[in-house]
């Protein structure tokens, strides 16, 4: 009898804390096959750890030993520390060099804070993340532009960076996805910058620095971005184009119907607007290896719910169709995504292509998500099939 309520105890704490999304890591891998697949991925600059040296990763990979997120975040904190000290030293003397050691310091305290902030070490990596870049920001040219624009009572954050000589600029407005930020989006589009395409940068719903949880109605945050660059001189207002990758696919679709007479067109990098919110997509996809680790905890956060019931109940009334959006007036459209992606569901392109005004479409039929593969990598995509999209939608 003992024995037998022993194991129901056992049960119930395990239930307890598999079913919390920031109790601890959600897998899906085993701690040496995490190391291992991490390790793997930064030796061939993959996501997400693609701009972390493999170096650093293997050092951070022997400092820990669970799966918790605090451990995973300390071991790269400390690394983001010393290139920080690196940094502060060459600011001196050498500005390129200090700006190096400030970049290196971000991605690894990006690294640090990856997929999503659920942890005391998590938080305190994201701040580090943001302090490192701000520097870092400061110093590249051309510099990055911190903005603040009113937004119900409170001030929203956002990125601009701007050409040179390109005055008043057209704009590729770039919204970061589930477990990027802004950093990312603002420092990874050199291409448009070099093509005279300024780059306005914001966190989507429920992450970052954003003001909001993800919900119906969400999209008025950028909607309120879109207000404030109306305001700029420096701004081409009337020849922007939103780009949404991954998760930000969602909001680059909507944003295609609600804004479609302020834009000139939406990259829609990523596809899911419909069955990618069912309770039985996300059931069989949370299960991925794709992603490296942890999609339930990162999922659940743009919500802001804590169970995997709460999680699962929550995503239906964000359907486009739902909504009754697809069959509207749209902007014009870029779609991408890979035939074989297990994150977000192949069905939802077709979908969105199937209904109201022809869009074009990019589907890779060896591609996983967002249409990466071995033969098609994320920076061909945006130079093959993104850049020149955006750059005849915003002639003069």
Do not use: C
């Amino acid at each position: 009898m003992k024995s037998k309520l022993t194991a129901l105890v056992l049960a119930m704490l395990y239930a307890t804390f598999s079913f919390s999304v920031s109790a601890q890591s959600w897998g899906p891998r085993t701690l040496p096959q995490l190391k291992a697949e991490a390790q793997r991925r930064a030796d061939g600059a993959l996501p997400p750890v693609d701009h972390v040296k493999p170096a650093d990763m293997r050092e951070a990979l022997t400092q820990i030993n669970s799966l918790e997120p605090d451990e995973w975040a300390k071991a790269f904190i400390s690394i983001g520390d010393r290139y920080m000290v690196q940094a502060e030293q060459a600011l001196k003397t050498n500005a390129d060099q200090a700006a190096q050691s400030y970049k290196h310091a971000w991605e690894v305290y990006n690294a640090a804070r990856w997929p999503t902030e659920n942890s005391a070490q998590k938080k305190l990596a994201y701040e580090k993340a943001l302090a490192a870049f701000a520097q870092y920001g400061k110093l590249i040219s051309p510099p990055v532009e911190v903005v603040r624009f009113p937004f119900e009572g409170k001030q929203a954050v956002a990125y601009l960076r701007l050409p040179k000589d390109v005055r008043p600029a057209p704009l590729i407005f770039a919204i970061s996805g589930l477990d990027t930020r802004k950093e990312d989006m603002v420092v990874t589009n050199d291409l448009f910058l070099k093509n005279g395409i300024g780059i306005f940068a914001i966190d989507q719903p429920g992450t970052g620095q954003s003001p909001l949880k993800i919900d119906v109605g969400s999209e008025r945050v950028f909607s309120a971005a879109l207000d404030y660059l109306q305001t700029r001189n420096d701004v081409d207002a009337k020849r922007i184009v939103v780009r949404g990758q991954s998760w930000a696919g969602y909001w680059a679709a909507i944003m295609g119907y609600t804004e479609k007479d302020r834009i000139r067109g939406t990259v829609v990098h990523g596809v899911g607007i419909h069955g990618y919110f069912s309770p039985e997509w996300q059931s069989k996809g949370l299960s991925t290896e794709e992603y490296l680790f942890d999609l339930l905890p990162a999922r659940s956060a743009v919500y802001g719910v804590n169970t995997r019931e709460e999680f699962l109940a929550y995503g239906p009334r964000m359907s486009l169709l739902t909504q009754g959006y697809l069959d509207k007036p749209s902007a014009p459209m870029l779609v991408i995504n890979g035939l074989k992606d297990t994150q977000q569901p192949i069905d939802d392109l077709f979908l969105l292509m199937s209904r109201g005004d022809p869009k074009d479409v990019w589907m890779n039929p060896a591609g996983g998500h967002m249409g990466r593969s071995p033969k098609w990598s994320a920076p061909e995509i945006t130079q093959k099939v993104v850049f020149p999209w955006v750059q005849r939608k915003l002639q003069p």
